[in-house]
């Protein structure tokens, strides 16, 4: 007699069998929908096995004969009526990746039938779990299943992909053929409605752009959940109009469908590649996954592919397919918009004009009488004037309009326009409010390229650098899209800034420049700023530009990393204002200059530009607009020294005397960037150190924590607080250091709580400060604590190695050597640098600590006996820098 035992070894072997010899064929032939048809195959087998070994004999008291034929199903009508096993979502459509979920619905006719076969249900997936399969059950009855779950609108949806396993087919057929069709045409609008608003909140999850540096595969834009989204809805329109379930070859157009499937091959390798790799259900394309998908030609068999950046191009153009088909049945779907969205696309509607209609928010060519298909495009001005209506009312095209637009291409290639006449409807484009929309549009459709060629080299182009998380193109795009909303940006930083560019005499130079900044990155080399300036003097040849604009535009693309470097300088510091305002040279070109940096930066990724470098980046315009115009910028929102030391008397007339003295020796730094409240409240801090000798203050300011330090002076000051912090777990971000006249030191600390330290345990703040003054008063073992927080680390995983480069600097500054080291981050960095830079007896003036990625950008002022230091010391100490972060 055969027993559950047996069987439950008999599958094991099966499924570890037949799992190694689909990842093995896989290894060879890389047909991702090869591997998928077997592993579904594989668990039909094992499923159909146990519900004859465990459905079937909890009402019948037998055993069926073993069988072990993969792939064989039950015999229809096998086992007990009004209860059937149904394969449902990716299961059902027949997707089985390596390590997906099992998506099973035990289906029962009526009540009676849930509690016959409740324990043998609860047998039957027990079993599946001992075999290490992830299992998602549910369990409905019919009359179920015909009604729509608004809290579980998924579970409608994967009845979509339904498939018969076992037991009663005919209480399947009922499912299949009538409760679903019922379900779809009563709930069509709530069920689309739905699908539209959850895929519209996963696209901006990932910036509803397809372009990532390491997308996700399943779930970004464009990836496999787009193709099932752009199914269901054509389904379930389709099936709402015929009331029975359609042909699955009439649900897309021929057009689309030859790609769409093409894409679906394609991605289904490269999701079966990432499972086998990684040994999980991971979606992540990953640069190592890449560079090995790219040797081992993924889905790419027969094509020629050089490097890891020309498989990732294959990659975009697929799913930039599909996530376009997707957006356009989101759009063209009436019954997938939210009632808001309705009433604004209705309202939309009303700004057609002669050349171009608008329905439903999309935009139709208009024809006065007809024509061929894509005559209406023929004339370069009309394409280019769609374009501009598309930027300026914020419109996506109609499918039949891209199409148009498309077949006009061959001809607009032979002949494509340039100078005056191109220019003029592009700059027109390029200041519209949804320019960077209208971009990606030209870009999708090649027309964008076919107009500017330089653009070519980096569409859909992956950099590796890990700072950046998007494709340069987009990137370009993006940055131009952070200027646009600017103008209806609530936060007062964007605010400052979105006034700078309503000052702008001819913002589409600045436009321009952001779309050509990084077009030299495909080229190879580090330097990509000298192919950049090439490829714009080339563009602006066949733009004709006037030579001041040329100038301008080249100015820009040339520049537009100095802002950003001179930021990882003191932006307070005259010298370097002077230095950085006479290389800008004009007002104008500084503030295109600004722009363009914050562009830039915030383009990079979202968290890029922080609060602090926002005011890091402000402050610098500000006194490079006060040095070029010789007078003070009402903008500047500060009032000179006097004014200030006038204002605080007045808060406290009665301490006029005690403020002197905290304030004389301090450098007016230190009045620039605190407040009037902060200086009142360091000055009172100073009064109580005789008490104990260390005052702390600690707060949390929107992004981060602030830490602030009065004592007197004593070595290895700053590279004990640096570290205590560090063994906190703590991440430094920025950090400021003072002393004044009479030794006393004012230190301030920004830092992120990496491990949530504070924020989850209030009682720790107080704790954290009590360690800070321990080590500073030299009563704790500060060695130790770091050792101990480097031993619970986890082991180095970073991606890149940063090489590291110090450089010093004794002409950026009148009393200070400067000294920039960017190197690898890595916990108690700032702790060890520090404490080198004491032990060569220098003195840290300012500390100016910067991340990006993985790389430390950190530039310390130092002085030595109250002067810059001396060659022979600069000497010493770079080398012993060097040694200390060549070091594990």
Request: contains cysteine.
């Amino acid at each position: 007699m055969t027993t559950v035992a047996d069987v439950r070894r008999e599958l094991s072997d099966l499924y570890a069998g037949e799992s190694a010899a689909i990842e093995q064929e896989f290894s060879v032939t890389g047909e991702g929908r090869v591997a998928l048809a077997r592993r579904t195959a594989l668990v039909d087998t094992i499923v159909q096995r146990l519900w004859r070994e465990i459905i079937i004999p909890s009402q019948t008291a037998s055993f069926s004969p073993l069988s072990t034929t993969l792939g064989s199903s039950a015999a229809e009508g096998e086992g007990p009526k009004n209860f059937a096993l149904v394969a449902t979502g990716g299961f059902g459509r027949g997707w089985l990746f390596p390590h997906s979920d099992i998506d099973l619905l035990f289906l029962h006719g009526d009540s009676n039938s849930e509690s016959t076969f409740k324990d043998a249900i609860r047998r039957f997936s027990q079993e599946l779990w001992d075999l290490r399969l992830k299992l998602s059950p549910a369990t409905r009855n019919l009359a179920e299943c015909e009604k729509l779950d608004p809290d579980n609108v998924e579970f409608a949806i994967a009845l979509l992909d339904c498939r018969y396993l076992a037991g009663d087919s005919e209480l399947f057929s009922k499912l299949r053929e009538k409760a679903v069709p019922r379900m779809v045409g009563r709930e069509c609008h709530n069920l689309i409605q739905n699908l539209g608003e959850i895929t519209r909140a996963r696209h901006h999850k990932f910036g509803n752009t397809v372009f990532h540096l390491e997308p996700n595969v399943k779930d970004g834009p464009g990836g496999l959940r787009d193709y099932n989204v752009a199914n269901w809805l054509a389904l379930i329109s389709a099936m709402e109009k015929l009331k029975v379930w359609p042909e699955a070859h009439t649900l897309l157009p021929v057009s689309s469908r030859r790609a769409f499937d093409a894409a679906l091959d394609f991605q289904m390798s490269v999701r079966c590649f990432l499972h086998f790799r990684h040994g999980r259900h991971d979606n992540t394309l990953t640069w190592e996954a890449q560079d090995e998908a790219a040797a081992r030609k993924i889905g790419a068999s027969d094509l020629e592919i050089a490097n890891a950046a020309d498989w990732m191009r294959l990659y975009f153009g697929h799913v930039r397919g599909v996530h376009r088909v997707c957006n356009q049945l989101l759009e063209e779907i009436p019954a997938a918009w939210s009632s808001l969205h309705r009433q604004f696309q209705g309202w939309r509607s009303k700004v057609a004009n002669e050349d171009f209609s608008v329905v439903d928010g999309l935009i139709f060519l208009k024809q006065s009488q007809p024509m061929k298909p894509s005559d209406g495009l023929r004339d370069p001005e009309m394409l280019l004037r769609l374009f501009h209506f598309m930027a300026e009312h914020g419109l996506k095209l109609s499918t039949t309009t891209e199409y148009k637009v498309e077949q006009a291409l061959p001809a607009l290639a032979a002949t494509p326009p340039r100078g005056a006449e191109l220019w003029l409807y592009l700059q027109e484009t390029l200041i519209q409010p949804h320019a960077a929309d209208a971009l990606r549009a030209m870009n999708s459709l090649r027309l964008l390229t076919l107009l500017l060629p330089e653009l070519k080299g980096i569409e859909a182009l992956v950099v590796r650098d890990f700072y950046h998380r998007y494709t340069v193109d987009e990137h370009s795009f993006l940055a131009i899209e952070n200027l646009h909303r600017l103008k209806e940006s609530k936060s007062e930083w964007d605010k400052r800034f979105g006034e700078l560019l309503s000052e702008l005499e001819q913002p589409e130079l600045l436009y321009l420049a952001l779309l050509l900044h990084d077009s030299g990155k495909a080229a190879p080399g580090e330097n990509h700023v000298e192919v950049s300036l090439q490829l714009t003097d080339t563009c602006v040849d066949r733009l004709d530009l006037d030579p001041v604009d040329r100038d301008t535009v080249r100015y820009l693309v040339g520049s537009h990393l100095e802002m950003s470097a001179a930021m990882r300088r003191d932006v307070f510091d005259p010298a370097n204002v002077k230095l950085f305002a006479e290389k800008v040279g004009a007002p104008e070109r500084l503030k295109m200059l600004c722009l363009m940096t914050y562009a830039d930066i915030k383009a990079v990724n979202p968290e890029a530009m922080t609060p602090w470098k926002a005011d890091n980046l402000w402050q610098l315009y500000i006194a490079c607009a006060n040095y070029l115009s010789r007078s003070a910028d009402e903008r500047v929102h500060t009032s000179d020294d006097g004014s200030s030391l006038a204002h605080l008397h007045s808060l406290a007339p009665v301490a006029g005397k005690k403020i002197n003295v905290f304030l004389e020796g301090l450098p007016q730094r230190y009045l620039r960037i605190h407040g009037a409240t902060d200086v009142l409240a360091h000055a009172e801090m100073a009064t109580r150190v005789g008490q104990d000798g260390v005052q702390l203050n600690l707060k949390q300011v929107r992004h981060w924590y602030e830490l602030t330090l009065i004592t007197t002076d004593r070595p290895f000051l700053f590279a004990s607080v640096s570290g205590a912090l560090a063994a906190w777990g703590m991440n430094i971000v920025k950090a400021n250091a003072f002393s004044n006249a009479a030794g006393m030191v004012v230190d301030t600390f920004y830092f992120t709580d990496r491990f949530r330290t504070l924020e989850m345990n209030l009682q720790e703040w107080e704790r954290l400060k009590q360690s800070i003054a321990a080590v500073i008063k030299g009563q704790t073992d500060l060695a130790r604590m770091l050792r101990d927080r480097l031993k619970a680390e986890k082991a180095d995983s970073t991606k890149v190695k940063i090489a590291t480069q110090i450089e010093f600097d004794d002409n950026s500054s009148t009393h200070s050597t400067l000294v920039q080291v960017l190197t690898q981050d890595r916990p108690g960095l700032l702790y060890r640098m520090c404490s080198l830079v004491s032990k060569h007896n220098c003195n840290i003036e300012i500390a100016l600590i910067e991340t990006e990625g993985q790389m430390a950008i950190d530039v310390l002022y130092l002085t030595s006996e109250g002067a810059k230091l001396t060659a022979d010391r600069q000497a010493a100490l770079g080398k012993a820098l060097r040694e200390e972060l060549a070091a594990k």
